[in-house]
């Protein structure tokens, strides 16, 4: 984006219309969200149950994780829901995507989509279970119960008729929603076997956004990349490595000096809707402020062909040296021009990116750094509930969840509890989250903290909810078992 412009959140005109994710609100919504307490966070409910789709992880382009529509799920009937266990072949070490009411082998379906750990992708009815459609890709028996794996969520098209999904071999493949067929397939890696897609896809403007990082054990060679494919034809438009940065386009990770810099964040690239700027960041690598771009928050052009704003810890030699990656968190949009960035070290940095315009270096220059929940490290992604009038962010680590409200350009903490979870959701007035060590799944109000219900289910590793229609999709399991079968939990309203 151009500097002092908005990034999405932020300028929103309340007296015409309030706009997420591509998705327009009417005014008596915005009047709701301004009429509210200043110090509770903003309503996500006001529309019918069931009114659009959950089309990537994170909800939107910009991954706020908090859909303005009413999901159906209330305080008074959240306890009143059914669980359905559904058995998958394979371990989705992520999160399920819905699109409500499309054409699936030739009848009508609300379908979850979600990808395996070895590559499957599956279309699941969300009314009674069963698996419509799944695609398996060439060689799969060549990975599976290895540790090549993926754990990234899927990306549908806005068009519903197709669905963008990853695989270990480093491909990319567009899949027809109605019976799973293959429309094209992009590799987006030279060396799958130690490049991995472990972020979940992204989409905005006729473009799949992907990210590459590295395996456990960060065996080089690997470079981090931001890939760009077009979503008609499959050509990769542009790649932006983080490392030899100044080499455009897909590079041999041999051919480069340095090793590293992986973007692995739960949410991978994070979208301006304003603009179509991505953020992402970096995890361990070498940070020079030239070529080399490790352990940094960074923001890219739309076609990731430039680097047009960064962020850097001074002390980001320490952090390569003792394992405690920037990027194991992406950035947060928070609007009003902040950024949240989270970190390995159990630190959140709140930043006014307006000051880290421009390819030239800026190391340091916090507007404010605070704790994570319990001052462990960040994994997971926030979830952010705006209005034209407040932010509110929600976080959870291996030890705590917590809410914060942005207030006078700082972050204000209103609650803390010590119940572990991966990536919050923000549904009407709840919050949903996940604790992966079979702490069953947690609704809380999100004003206060308190908790509602507690929905049981078994333990996972990055897996996260999603909310929508009356219905809430929880994927179990952890991709480190190298497991060639899961399960899917569906609750329902009665």
């Not at 605070?370 to 030890?399: E, I, M, N």
Request: proline letters at 6%.
């Amino acid at each position: 984006m151009a500097h002092g412009q908005s990034f999405e959140g932020r300028g929103l005109n309340w007296r015409a219309v309030w706009t997420r994710g591509g998705k327009t609100l009417p005014l008596f919504l915005v009047v709701l969200a301004c009429a509210s307490h200043s110090t509770a966070p903003p309503s996500g409910g006001g529309g019918p149950p069931g009114a659009v789709d959950w089309t990537r992880f994170g909800w939107d382009a910009g991954r706020s994780s908090a859909p303005p529509i009413s999901a159906g799920i209330t305080a008074a009937n959240v306890a009143s829901l059914v669980r359905q266990q559904v058995a998958i072949d394979g371990t989705v070490d992520a999160s399920a995507i819905y699109l409500r009411g499309v054409q699936v082998n030739g009848s009508t379906h609300d379908v979850f989509f979600l990808t395996t750990t070895y590559g499957k992708t599956l279309a699941i009815d969300a009314t009674n279970g069963v698996v419509l459609w799944r695609y398996t890709p060439p060689n799969y028996a060549s990975w599976a119960g290895s540790a090549q794996i993926t754990t990234a969520t899927p990306v549908a098209d806005p068009n519903r008729a197709f669905v963008y999904a990853a695989a270990p071999d480093g491909a990319i493949r567009k899949l027809a929603v109605a019976d799973g067929s293959v429309i094209w397939s992009t590799a987006i890696t030279l060396l799958p076997g130690v490049e991995k897609i472990a972020s979940p896809l992204n989409y905005f403007n006729g473009r799949v956004i992907a990210t590459t990082g590295g395996y456990i054990g960060d065996a080089p060679p690997y470079q981090g990349h931001v890939a760009i494919l077009d979503g008609a034809s499959g050509n990769l438009l542009s790649v932006w490595n983080a490392l030899c940065s100044n080499r455009p386009g897909l590079i041999d990770p041999t051919s480069c000096s340095q090793s590293g810099a992986a973007m692995w964040g739960r949410t991978g690239a994070v979208i301006d809707s304003s603009s179509g700027n991505i953020f992402v960041a970096t995890g361990n690598g070498l940070w020079d402020g030239g070529a080399n771009w490790g352990d940094a928050a960074l923001e890219l052009d739309a076609n990731a062909t430039r680097l047009i704003g960064n962020y850097t810890p001074t002390n980001t030699g320490a952090l390569d040296a003792s394992d405690t990656d920037l990027g194991s968190t992406s950035p947060v949009l928070l609007g009003g021009g902040f950024i949240a960035q989270g970190g390995k070290d159990g630190l959140i940095r709140l930043l006014n990116w307006g000051a880290m315009g421009g390819a030239t270096p800026h190391l340091g220059g916090e507007g404010q750094v605070v704790s994570t929940p319990t001052g462990s490290g960040l994994f997971s992604a926030p979830a952010v509930l705006r209005s034209a009038t407040d932010t509110w962010v929600f976080a959870a680590d291996g030890g705590g969840t917590a809410a914060w409200r942005l207030s006078n350009g700082q972050l204000q903490q209103m609650w803390r509890n010590q119940n572990p979870g991966t990536s919050p959701v923000v549904a009407d007035t709840l919050l949903f989250v996940y604790d992966p060590n079979g702490g069953g799944l947690r609704v809380y109000r999100s004003d206060t903290g308190a908790q509602v219900a507690n929905l049981a289910c078994g333990g996972g590793h990055w897996n996260s909810p999603i909310v929508m229609d009356g219905r809430i999709a929880l994927p179990e399991g952890n991709a480190n078992d190298h497991a060639s079968s899961g399960v899917l939990d569906i609750w329902r309203l009665p």
